[in-house]
């Protein structure tokens, strides 16, 4: 019963009328003095929502073009709500003429972070300071195709297609990672988790990793379809190449 209300809150989270919830936060929290905007889901993989406007810097002039959410990932309504309301946020700062906020982080700045601290004393959940998505769980809904996916040494991976994984010289690059990396584990997997990070179309460095929690690493070897390759500081075994 439990895991049928998970998933049923799951889905009904997913198809609410982004539209009506707009208008009632604005209405209820910031006065009705927001813009209407045009607000739809999205299946963004990097942010759990995001809003993008245009600034004419000539004539200080914000126009929204977009606002967003994702349903790549699971959430229950709190937490919809509170990632509306940090987007919000950013609406309500173009609206009164702030295109970029003080500080390092142009856009959760000091008058970001001024306003969140304000309707976090008035709504009853929490709002995210972030749009960050490394913690969150992919939705059951979204099917990953298998990719290849190097483990280098403690929660890191670096996801590869498999078509740009089979067309590199995997023997060179594998030489390459053995002599900075003791512990190297491939093998490929359609955990949706992967849907998280971009992948590669080929082999080049070992830029491009991916730090990634222990839950998560998980999800992705229980996923596991064929093992490659591995190698624990200088034991070394070949499934495939």
Do not use: C
Not at 102 to 114: L, N, Q, V
Not at 149 to 173: H, R
Not at 196 to 202: C, D, E
């Amino acid at each position: 019963m439990r895991l049928f209300n998970i998933l049923f809150e799951e889905h009904s989270v997913h198809n609410t009328n982004l539209d009506t919830l707009y208008n009632k936060f604005n209405r209820k929290y910031f006065d009705n003095e927001l813009p209407k905007v045009p607000i739809s889901w999205n299946n963004n993989k990097r942010s759990g929502g995001m809003v993008k406007a245009k600034y004419n810097r000539s004539t200080g002039e914000i126009n929204i073009i977009s606002f967003q959410l994702s349903k790549q990932f699971k959430m229950s309504e709190e937490h919809l709500h509170g990632i509306m309301m940090h987007e919000m946020i950013h609406v309500y700062l173009f609206h009164v003429g702030i295109p970029y906020t003080t500080g390092k982080d142009k856009m959760h700045g000091i008058e970001f972070m001024a306003k969140l601290r304000e309707l976090r004393k008035k709504v009853p959940f929490d709002i995210p300071v972030t749009e960050e998505v490394s913690e969150m769980e992919v939705s059951d809904h979204i099917k990953m195709k298998p990719v290849v996916v190097i483990e280098i040494g403690p929660n890191s991976i670096i996801p590869v297609s498999t078509k740009g994984f089979d067309s590199s010289d995997k023997e060179k690059f594998i030489q390459m990672l053995s002599r900075r990396i003791k512990n190297i584990e491939i093998y490929v997997s359609n955990s949706n988790v992967l849907s998280k990070f971009p992948v590669k179309r080929k082999l080049e460095t070992v830029k491009g990793s991916y730090k990634i929690s222990d839950d998560d690493i998980k999800k992705i070897r229980d996923k596991k379809i064929t093992h490659i390759y591995s190698m624990i500081d200088t034991e070394v075994k070949f499934d495939l190449l």
